[in-house]
T-cell receptor
Framework: EADIYQTPRYLVIGTGKKITLECSQT?????MYWYQQDPGMELHLIHY???????EKGDLSSESTVSRIRTEHFPLTLESARPSHTSQYLC???????????FGPGTRLTVL | GIQVEQSPPDLILQEGANSTLRCNFS?????LQWFHQNPWGQLINLFY???GTKQNGRLSATTVATERYSLLYISSSQTTDSGVYFC?????????????FGKGTLLTVNP
């Protein structure tokens, strides 16, 4: 079944830890995105990718980094997590032909 | 960049009531989507509607691109309709395929 998967769904970690949030899609989409959302607030784009080996920063400054080595995989990494990184992170993907975006279930990150 | 305003910010209904949510945007758009964010945080696609009218069951949406607004209609609301409804747009002529989100409408449907 075509879908978008994110792991972990929930993560509680201590300050200074390195973490990677996983996102995979079986939709066959070229474009992938990471959004950050604080509780009750709108989504902000932090990273996007047009395809393999393509990554761009979004509108909201973020200390995270991303990679796109495989079409279906778009992980997000925080080298040293801080309490200010506490948020929900949502991954999305879309086709090249038109930009209807589909979202994964999200990862709720809490940094203590 | 493009501005997206949603109204009302909050809406409380009794089960069975109808409602209209509005999305205004400040520039021409390539793409407009409506989403429902459920209590678990997942965004569910409702409509991809850069122009025209679409219907899906009790929900329908209309986008009047020339006047820069979109409306989401919910009829015979149910408690499961509760959550946040987001409008998101991609600015016309943009090459980055980026969606800009509104702040959302928090809908509460009481039994």
């Amino acid at each position: 079944e075509a879908d978008i998967y994110q792991t972990p769904r929930y993560l509680v970690i201590g300050t200074g830890k390195k973490i990677t949030l996983e996102c995979s899609q079986t939709m066959g989409h070229d474009k992938m995105y990471w959004y950050q959302q604080d509780p009750g607030m709108e989504l902000h784009l932090i990273h996007y990718s047009y395809g393999v080996n393509s990554t761009e920063k979004g509108d909201l400054s973020s200390e995270s980094t991303v990679s796109r080595i495989r079409t279906e995989h778009f992980p997000l990494t925080l080298e040293s997590a801080r309490p200010s990184h506490t948020s929900q992170y949502l991954c999305a993907s879309s086709r090249s032909s038109y930009n209807e975006q589909f979202f994964g279930p999200g990862t709720r990150l809490t940094v203590l | 960049g493009i501005q997206v305003e949603q109204s009302p910010p909050d809406l409380i209904l009794q089960e069975g009531a109808n409602s209209t949510l509005r999305c205004n945007f400040s520039d021409s758009v390539n793409n407009l989507q409506w989403f429902h964010q459920n209590p678990w945080g997942q965004l569910i696609n409702l409509f991809y509607i850069p122009s025209g009218t679409k219907q899906n069951g009790r929900l329908s949406a209309t986008t009047v691109a020339t006047e820069r607004y979109s409306l989401l209609y919910i009829s015979s609301s149910q408690t499961t309709d509760s959550g946040v409804y987001f409008c998101a747009v991609e600015q016309w002529g943009g090459s980055n395929y980026k969606l800009t989100f509104g702040k959302g409408t928090l809908l509460t449907v009481n039994p």
